[in-house]
């Protein structure tokens, strides 16, 4: 069954503090893999698409990347005004885009 | 300009009352989705529509009925709304198929008491 998988669930940086955010996914045949931002109370802002095992997209100080099993979102010297709720996305092979839970991301300044 | 808009942003209403949610898309996208967020911020998709033609329709209540009247606007009527109802509803479009980047109205919070 096509799946997406985001972890952790919530991370709380410390501002200047870098890191990961994980998107494994199952699905045959993999067209595309979206992350989007989510800020409370608005909708799903897209971020990036990576077609590709390989493939890297860098937004500021976001960088994602992808492997043939999972994506990654670096964070690099996070700042506040990057918390929002991160949600990735691969499209299933019924003309609908899988969705992961996301992961919170709190940055304390 | 705002590329995806849904109105209203807030919706209260009593058991039982029917309303409705609009969508306006003007990025001359071909396709466009109704999603529903619970409070667990799952993004449930409900609707999609392709050049007005019903393409996705996922096993939601018959009370939900999505009407496109032209390929820029998809709009959502709810009959009989139910406490459970309440979430937030986005609208969102494509370019054309579901590889295609989704872009996403505001999204319409929707209460039931």
């Known amino acids: 069954e096509d799946q997406v998988t985001q972890s952790p669930e919530a991370l709380r940086l410390q501002e200047g503090e870098s890191s990961s955010l994980n998107c494994s996914y199952t699905v045959s045949g993999l067209r595309g893999l979206f992350w989007y931002r989510q800020d409370p109370g608005k909708g799903p802002e897209f971020l990036f698409t990576l077609y590709s095992a390989g493939e890297e997209k860098e937004k500021e100080r976001l960088k994602a990347t992808l492997t043939k099993k999972e994506s990654f979102l670096h964070i690099t010297a996070p700042k506040p005004e990057d918390s929002a709720t991160y949600l990735c996305a691969v499209p299933g092979n019924n003309r609908k885009l899988i969705w992961g839970l996301g992961t919170s991301l709190g940055v304390n300044p | ?113």
């Open chain 2, 1 to 113: 300009d705002t590329a995806v808009s849904q109105t209203p942003k807030y919706l209260v209403t009593q058991m039982g009352n029917d309303k409705s949610i609009k969508c306006e898309q003007n990025l001359g996208h071909d396709t466009m989705y109704w999603y529903k967020q619970d409070s667990k911020k799952f993004l449930k998709i409900m609707f999609s529509y392709n050049n007005k033609e019903l393409i996705i329709n996922e096993t939601v209540p018959n009370r939900f009925s999505p009407k496109s009247p032209d390929k820029a606007h998809l709009n959502l009527h709810i009959n009989s709304l139910e406490l459970g109802d309440s979430a937030v509803y986005f609208c969102a479009s494509s370019q054309d198929r579901s590889t295609d980047t989704q872009y996403f109205g505001p999204g319409t919070r929707l209460t039931v008491l």
